[in-house]
Structures are given as C-alpha cells and as structure tokens.
C-alpha cells in the first residue's frame, strides 16, 4: 500500500473550516484514499473515502488532486468535538482489505 | 454499518499471565482484524481473522504470543500471551463491511496494563 505523509498537528478555530492535507505520491491507480479519525483514544472513526472524484458527505468534504497524489479532508465547520486524530491511508482493494495506519494529524479545534 | 462490542473494555494484568479479548460483531461479515496501539502511537495491524482457519499475521507478530481464533461470522478473540508491561496498549478490532460501503468499523478497544 501506499505510504501516506500528514502533518504532525494543526491548529483551527471553532467555525473555521479545517483543512488537512495527505500526500500519497505513490498512490497506484486502483488504491482509494480514506479517512479515520480518532477521539481520545476512542475506536477510529470513518469519515469519507474516495478513488479520484471529488466526495461529500454530511460530515466533511475530500478533494483529490488531479494526479491523485494528494488529497485534503475539509470539515467545513470546525467544533470543539472535532479535536482527534485524523488519519488518511490509502488501500487497495483487492489487498485483503487491510488497513495500515500513518501517524496522523492531531487536529486542535480552539474556541 | 456494524456494531462491535469487545470484553472487557479494560484490564490491568501481572506480567506472566495471560489475557484473552472478545469482540463480538452485530452482523455476518467476512474479515475480522485485530490492531495494537502502544501509548502515544498509531494503529498496527496484528493479523486478519480468518474463520475456519489460522489468522494471518503481519510482520513482527507470532501466532504463539497472539493466538486468535474465529469460530463464526459475528464473533473472535485474541489472546495476549506471557505478557509483560510492553504489551501495554490499546487493543482494537476491526470488521470489513461491503457492499454500498466499502471499508472498516472498529470496536471501542481493550486498554491493557501489564504491571
């Protein structure tokens, strides 16, 4: 699988919109981008995934590069409960469905 | 989706001893994995769960210090062998869902000290 590059942390103001980054320069065409996130050590949570397509769900937004080497998680309105761990990992799905994990970006939503 | 309980939610156990983790699924599902995460880290994935046959492990894992099994579609455990305080971590399993969603729930976790 593709290894994913994320920043360590971020900082975001509540209201704000939250955009984090993933770089998966390797990624290989049939390899789709997803994102978890985890709160306080709580089980990750699914978020969004997509393939090439630009997604939108109830809880974020997930843009993908043209070349598919990088994608960004927007969380349009950014709260306090919103403060985890986020985590892109891409995964193909023809590899036994395993997930390997990066380290993630911490996510500091501030009032 | 699916709902996934484990038992227990904590444990704090003596070095040497043995600890066994359930996690149970509210569906039928394929594939099972079991993941470790050491304090402060990320998720690494411990092996697939395979019913009917031995679990598949990632690299760095061993059948003998982490024996599962998977003796249906809803249901698997994983056993901490002869632990001591290094296998202090937070143990999760995972289901994979298919269909109009393609991708994993996780189950809350088992905080494990070893003392």
């Known amino acids: 699988d593709a290894k994913t590059t994320q920043p360590t942390s971020m900082d975001c103001a509540e209201g704000r919109a939250a955009n984090l980054p993933c770089n998966h320069s390797?990624?290989?065409?049939?390899?789709?981008v997803y994102w978890y996130r985890q709160i306080h050590s709580q089980g990750p949570q699914y978020i969004i995934h997509g393939l090439k397509n630009n997604e939108t769900n109830e809880m974020a937004s997930l843009i993908i590069t043209e070349d598919r080497k990088s994608s960004t998680l927007i969380l349009p309105h950014a709260t306090l409960r919103d403060t985890a761990v986020y985590y892109c990992i891409v995964r193909a799905t023809l590899n036994f469905n395993k997930f390997y994990f990066g380290s993630g970006t911490k996510l500091n939503v501030k009032p | 989706s699916a709902v996934i309980s484990q038992k227990p939610s904590r444990d704090i156990c003596q070095r040497g001893t043995s600890l066994t983790i359930q996690c149970q699924v509210d569906s039928q599902v394929t594939m099972m994995f079991w993941y470790r995460q050491q304090p402060g880290q990320s998720l690494t994935l411990i092996a697939t769960a395979n019913q009917g046959s031995e679990a598949t492990y990632e690299s760095g894992f061993v059948i003998d210090k982490f024996p599962i099994s998977r003796p249906n579609l809803t249901f698997s455990t994983l056993t901490v062998s002869n632990m001591s305080p290094e296998d202090s971590s937070i143990y999760l399993c995972?289901?994979?869902?298919?269909?109009?969603?393609?991708?994993?729930?996780f189950g809350p976790g088992t905080r494990l000290t070893v003392t």
């Open positions: 995972s289901v994979e869902v298919t269909g109009w969603f393609s991708g994993q729930y």
């Open positions: 390797t990624i290989s065409g049939n390899e789709y």
